[in-house]
């Protein structure tokens, strides 16, 4: 995949997808275009970590951090001042910050592959416990209370850049939400087939042979890193606007454990494997809500277990395997 | 005596209690094909990885033209224009043939002309028809060559090649000779070795590591009649 | 002085608290190279088996007892089932403990519901001036104070340690010697979960025992473990040292969250400094 520049029929089922998701709206009750949404901000979260695992080798369980920190600092922002436009930038830019923050640490520190999960992990484990704490009065941000666990409602919608009056409405995310999701897609799937994947792909192959060429792999991480906490906090950005809302529960555990889940299902070597991963166990996870079956992190755990164990690939390079393998086994009868 | 490219002084590695590099005196004059040969855990292979920067030196100095580099990072020493085939196969095996010279020639040339630097390559190693097969699947002495391709494509000014030759043919190893004399011909090049008859085909100077020091250093012939290195092969370290 | 006596004070329990939280961890990663992301729901088992194993009647140290055994039982369980599949594959192996770790969580509060239980341990309050200070506190601080001195001995002094500690370092040979390497990493998982069900248990009567109670623990833990390096005892000493030295300070002067924090993001710049941990440099010892 690295190093190819997309076939005609990859860009043929892009414009597809989007004329498909930009009529959309006009079919779909409000309820479903919700509904939808949260998958495409939820698919970003997890795109941002199946790119880093499948591409760069860097397992990071803790993206829900950035994702976590967009979603507070637009809500803080926006409330702040009342514009949301400059918001929604600036929390990306904070969340990249603090990645870059976090990154150099634990990159530079050539803490090695497996801490660095952990310590992403605690980070997130660790931010969540701060906000939570954040209940008293004495915790404001200019005007804006950050209310511990209760998180902070009346998170603004997104005003339109050249028109502030105007905000967008749900079918107005449902656009937003897609297209971000199709950009962000698109322009990681071109990074890999430039020189920067290109030597991502081989840190993730052999991170000492890339240094012994001459490169600073170190700091391809970094930068991957930090692309990949913009993401994160992009997704969290959405979020606070599709439900005008953000609480702890963004940095939670049981959110982390989610999107490790989504990639895992979905298949971390290709980028389309989150996103897929995403829309199965969202659907999965909102029918099982409806079926009284229990704690979800319940199924949940077993999923993961069960994936670890049996489906190591994940859904999609399984299936494309399988495919493979029938194809070996039609032609040869044909032979 | 013209002055040395490389160059170590008491260089020193301890592993825990054990001395794996004991005071290391190296000299390497610009232009060389020089092998280094010694029994199994003399230290060769940490010294390579000591120059390249995989390890760093418990004390003394590495000196390349001039400069220390003994606390250099890996990615520098590389920049500095030195390469090393490890001993082990040490590529992306789950990258195509072609992608693998690829990131090698584009570090060094630009992703301009990566490409073409990269075609050139596979012609010479002569595994053009491999070029999108993952590295992973060839066999071991083209992985090897592989390597060694990646290795030049950087045009260093030095080339360190662990066991190039270890599990080839006769054929293969005769190709791997020429291929050595050939990148001799623009950059100096060490080569560590156990296969005494490839180290006739290429070497002028030989250097003896034993115990992590250097025994002895001299052409191959009057290294080959050598009563101490002899000792060393055969086991009899009463004299040592 | 009595300023400085409470501050010691504060610092000791701290202590014994990531001791006590990190040991387990200390012999299932640090020994084992197993990162086990269930370890804060071992510790929430061994709080919720000394809970009713007190409730049934039991005393107190009767009910410590029983969660480590019970936990210790577990983790033989959980090593035979999972862990056994996974040696050598190490991002698998925590990937599929997470999945076992939302699995505990989300299996005990369908069980049991999602309130915390305590249990009371009335051991009465000790005087130091104007303050008075909890006495369990000195149980705890006691209670830590074995163990390590316990998995010091075992694993220094005995044969099992031994033989464990030459499986570890190179299984294949140990196996060509004669041991059963299988039982040995069996046997010390499963030491390492009863030690984190013990850990549990005495935690109850300060913290209660609750579905969600591993997730904090669980981040001391493993900053512990991993900023404590290599050896796995010294290691982990020395990082709770350290990081229960900042704690007492900083909740004293500030809140205990902020204290949290602070811990991590020293953790964080230590790993910068000394990539493989406080005890990095020393490859002998344990």
């Given at each position: 995949?690295?190093?190819?520049?997309?076939?005609?029929?990859?860009?043929?089922?892009?414009?597809?997808?989007?004329?498909?998701?930009?009529?959309?709206?006009?079919?779909?009750?409000?309820?479903?275009?919700?509904?939808?949404?949260?998958i495409?901000i939820l698919a970003l979260l997890a795109l941002s970590m199946g790119f880093?695992?499948?591409?760069?080798?860097?397992?990071?369980?803790?993206q829900?951090?950035?994702?976590?920190?967009?979603?507070?600092?637009?809500?803080?922002?926006?409330?702040?001042?009342?514009?949301?436009?400059?918001?929604?930038?600036?929390?990306?830019?904070?969340?990249?910050?603090?990645?870059?923050?976090?990154?150099?640490?634990?990159?530079?520190?050539?803490?090695?592959?497996?801490?660095?999960?952990?310590?992403?992990?605690?980070?997130?484990?660790?931010?969540?416990?701060?906000?939570?704490?954040?209940?008293?009065?004495?915790?404001?941000?200019?005007?804006?209370?950050?209310?511990?666990?209760?998180?902070?409602?009346?998170?603004?919608?997104?005003?339109?850049?050249?028109?502030?009056?105007?905000?967008?409405?749900?079918?107005?995310?449902?656009?937003?939400?897609?297209?971000?999701?199709?950009?962000?897609?698109?322009?990681?799937?071109?990074?890999?087939?430039?020189?920067?994947?290109?030597?991502?792909?081989?840190?993730?192959?052999?991170?000492?042979?890339?240094?012994?060429?001459?490169?600073?792999?170190?700091?391809?991480?970094?930068?991957?890193?930090?692309?990949?906490?913009?993401i994160a906090?992009?997704a969290?950005?959405?979020?606070?606007?599709?439900?005008?809302?953000?609480?702890?529960?963004?940095?939670?555990?049981?959110?982390?454990?989610q999107v490790v889940i989504w990639v895992i299902v979905g298949?971390k070597?290709?980028?389309?494997g989150p996103v897929a991963g995403t829309a199965?166990v969202q659907?999965?996870?909102?029918?099982?809500?409806?079926?009284?079956?229990?704690?979800?992190?319940?199924?949940?755990?077993?999923?993961?277990?069960?994936?670890?164990?049996?489906?190591?690939?994940?859904?999609?390079?399984?299936?494309?395997?399988?495919?493979?393998?029938?194809?070996?086994?039609?032609?040869?009868?044909?032979? | 005596?013209?002055?040395?490219?490389?160059?170590?002084?008491?260089?020193?590695?301890?592993?825990?209690?054990?001395?794996?590099?004991?005071?290391?005196?190296?000299?390497?004059?610009?232009?060389?094909?020089?092998?280094?040969?010694?029994?199994?855990?003399?230290?060769?292979?940490?010294?390579?990885?000591?120059?390249?920067?995989?390890?760093?030196?418990?004390?003394?100095?590495?000196?390349?033209?001039?400069?220390?580099?003994?606390?250099?990072?890996?990615?520098?020493?590389?920049?500095?224009?030195?390469?090393?085939?490890?001993?082990?196969?040490?590529?992306?095996?789950?990258?195509?043939?072609?992608?693998?010279?690829?990131?090698?020639?584009?570090?060094?040339?630009?992703?301009?002309?990566?490409?073409?630097?990269?075609?050139?390559?596979?012609?010479?190693?002569?595994?053009?028809?491999?070029?999108?097969?993952?590295?992973?699947?060839?066999?071991?002495?083209?992985?090897?060559?592989?390597?060694?391709?990646?290795?030049?494509?950087?045009?260093?000014?030095?080339?360190?090649?662990?066991?190039?030759?270890?599990?080839?043919?006769?054929?293969?190893?005769?190709?791997?000779?020429?291929?050595?004399?050939?990148?001799?011909?623009?950059?100096?090049?060490?080569?560590?070795?156990?296969?005494?008859?490839?180290?006739?085909?290429?070497?002028?100077?030989?250097?003896?590591?034993?115990?992590?020091?250097?025994?002895?250093?001299?052409?191959?012939?009057?290294?080959?009649?050598?009563?101490?290195?002899?000792?060393?092969?055969?086991?009899?370290?009463?004299?040592? | 002085?009595?300023?400085?006596?409470?501050?010691?004070?504060?610092?000791?329990?701290?202590?014994?608290?990531?001791?006590?939280?990190?040991?387990?961890?200390?012999?299932?990663?640090?020994?084992?190279?197993?990162?086990?992301?269930?370890?804060?729901?071992?510790?929430?088992?061994?709080?919720?088996?000394?809970?009713?194993?007190?409730?049934?009647?039991?005393?107190?140290?009767?009910?410590?007892?029983?969660?480590?055994?019970?936990?210790?039982?577990?983790?033989?369980?959980?090593?035979?089932?999972?862990?056994?599949?996974?040696?050598?594959?190490?991002?698998?192996?925590?990937?599929?403990?997470?999945?076992?770790?939302?699995?505990?969580?989300?299996?005990?509060?369908?069980?049991?519901?999602?309130?915390?239980?305590?249990?009371?341990?009335?051991?009465?309050?000790?005087?130091?001036?104007?303050?008075?200070?909890?006495?369990?506190?000195?149980?705890?601080?006691?209670?830590?104070?074995?163990?390590?001195?316990?998995?010091?001995?075992?694993?220094?002094?005995?044969?099992?340690?031994?033989?464990?500690?030459?499986?570890?370092?190179?299984?294949?040979?140990?196996?060509?010697?004669?041991?059963?390497?299988?039982?040995?990493?069996?046997?010390?998982?499963?030491?390492?979960?009863?030690?984190?069900?013990?850990?549990?248990?005495?935690?109850?009567?300060?913290?209660?025992?609750?579905?969600?109670?591993?997730?904090?623990?669980?981040?001391?833990?493993?900053?512990?473990?991993?900023?404590?390096?290599?050896?796995?005892?010294?290691?982990?000493?020395?990082?709770?040292?350290?990081?229960?030295?900042?704690?007492?300070?900083?909740?004293?002067?500030?809140?205990?969250?902020?204290?949290?924090?602070?811990?991590?993001?020293?953790?964080?710049?230590?790993?910068?400094?000394?990539?493989?941990?406080?005890?990095?440099?020393?490859?002998?010892?344990?």
């Amino acid at each position: 995949m690295a190093g190819e520049r997309p076939a005609w029929w990859w860009w043929a089922s892009i414009g597809t997808a989007l004329v498909v998701l930009m009529a959309a709206p006009s079919y779909l009750d409000i309820a479903d275009q919700l509904d939808i949404s949260i998958i495409f901000i939820l698919a970003l979260l997890a795109l941002s970590m199946g790119f880093l695992w499948g591409q760069g080798g860097m397992l990071s369980f803790g993206q829900t951090a950035f994702f976590g920190l967009g979603g507070y600092s637009y809500a803080v922002l926006a409330l702040n001042t009342g514009e949301t436009t400059s918001a929604f930038f600036i929390a990306i830019a904070l969340s990249m910050a603090f990645a870059l923050a976090v990154g150099y640490f634990m990159i530079y520190g050539r803490i090695s592959d497996i801490y660095l999960s952990v310590i992403t992990l605690v980070v997130t484990l660790i931010l969540e416990k701060g906000i939570r704490a954040t209940s008293g009065d004495q915790y404001v941000i200019g005007s804006v209370r950050l209310n511990g666990q209760n998180g902070i409602p009346t998170v603004p919608s997104l005003q339109l850049p050249w028109n502030p009056g105007t905000e967008l409405f749900i079918d107005g995310v449902f656009y937003l939400s897609a297209a971000l999701l199709v950009l962000v897609y698109v322009g990681l799937r071109l990074l890999l087939a430039s020189s920067f994947g290109r030597v991502l792909v081989g840190i993730r192959e052999n991170e000492r042979r890339v240094e012994l060429l001459g490169y600073d792999a170190r700091r391809y991480k970094l930068a991957a890193f930090v692309l990949a906490g913009g993401i994160a906090g992009l997704a969290g950005v959405l979020y606070g606007v599709w439900g005008n809302f953000v609480s702890p529960a963004m940095f939670h555990l049981n959110q982390a454990a989610q999107v490790v889940i989504w990639v895992i299902v979905g298949g971390k070597s290709w980028l389309i494997g989150p996103v897929a991963g995403t829309a199965v166990v969202q659907y999965l996870s909102n029918w099982l809500g409806t079926q009284g079956v229990g704690q979800v992190s319940l199924w949940l755990g077993v999923v993961l277990m069960i994936f670890v164990l049996v489906f190591r690939e994940g859904l999609l390079p399984t299936a494309a395997l399988a495919i493979a393998w029938v194809r070996r086994r039609l032609g040869r009868r044909e032979a | 005596m013209t002055a040395p490219i490389l160059e170590t002084r008491a260089l020193e590695k301890r592993f825990g209690g054990v001395r794996a590099i004991a005071g290391v005196d190296f000299r390497l004059e610009p232009g060389e094909l020089r092998c280094l040969i010694g029994p199994n855990g003399a230290g060769k292979s940490t010294f390579f990885k000591m120059v390249t920067g995989q390890i760093p030196p418990t004390s003394g100095s590495i000196l390349f033209q001039g400069t220390d580099i003994s606390r250099a990072e890996k990615h520098e020493i590389g920049r500095l224009g030195i390469g090393i085939k490890n001993q082990v196969p040490d590529v992306f095996n789950g990258v195509a043939l072609r992608e693998n010279l690829w990131l090698a020639a584009r570090f060094a040339h630009g992703a301009a002309k990566a490409g073409t630097l990269a075609d050139a390559m596979m012609e010479r190693l002569e595994l053009s028809s491999l070029a999108n097969r993952p590295v992973g699947e060839l066999s071991h002495g083209q992985r090897q060559w592989v390597e060694i391709g990646m290795v030049i494509l950087r045009d260093p000014k030095i080339v360190l090649l662990d066991e190039p030759s270890a599990g080839m043919s006769i054929d293969e190893t005769n190709r791997t000779a020429a291929l050595i004399r050939e990148v001799n011909r623009t950059a100096t090049v060490v080569v560590v070795e156990h296969d005494m008859q490839f180290i006739r085909q290429i070497a002028t100077k030989v250097t003896v590591f034993h115990q992590g020091s250097i025994l002895a250093e001299d052409s191959f012939d009057r290294i080959m009649t050598d009563q101490r290195v002899r000792d060393v092969y055969l086991g009899r370290h009463g004299g040592a | 002085m009595e300023q400085a006596a409470i501050q010691a004070y504060l610092i000791g329990v701290s202590f014994s608290i990531f001791i006590l939280v990190s040991l387990g961890l200390a012999v299932i990663f640090g020994m084992m190279r197993v990162i086990n992301l269930a370890q804060g729901e071992f510790l929430m088992l061994g709080a919720f088996v000394c809970t009713f194993a007190n409730q049934a009647g039991l005393n107190l140290w009767l009910s410590f007892l029983a969660a480590a055994l019970a936990v210790g039982l577990f983790g033989v369980l959980v090593e035979r089932l999972i862990i056994r599949h996974l040696y050598g594959r190490i991002v698998d192996t925590l990937l599929a403990t997470w999945g076992l770790s939302l699995f505990l969580v989300g299996g005990v509060t369908t069980l049991l519901g999602p309130q915390t239980r305590s249990i009371a341990a009335d051991l009465g309050n000790v005087a130091v001036g104007t303050y008075t200070l909890s006495a369990y506190n000195f149980v705890m601080m006691g209670v830590a104070a074995a163990m390590l001195v316990f998995t010091f001995v075992l694993w220094r002094f005995t044969r099992f340690g031994l033989v464990a500690r030459a499986t570890m370092q190179n299984p294949g040979m140990a196996s060509g010697l004669g041991v059963n390497a299988d039982f040995v990493y069996m046997a010390t998982f499963g030491f390492g979960a009863g030690l984190t069900g013990l850990a549990g248990a005495v935690l109850v009567p300060v913290t209660g025992a609750s579905p969600p109670m591993g997730l904090f623990f669980v981040a001391k833990a493993f900053i512990t473990v991993i900023a404590g390096g290599p050896l796995p005892l010294i290691g982990t000493l020395s990082a709770a040292g350290l990081f229960s030295f900042i704690d007492g300070i900083v909740s004293f002067v500030s809140s205990s969250v902020v204290a949290d924090m602070t811990v991590l993001f020293v953790a964080i710049v230590l790993l910068r400094l000394l990539p493989d941990g406080i005890t990095g440099r020393s490859r002998r010892g344990i």
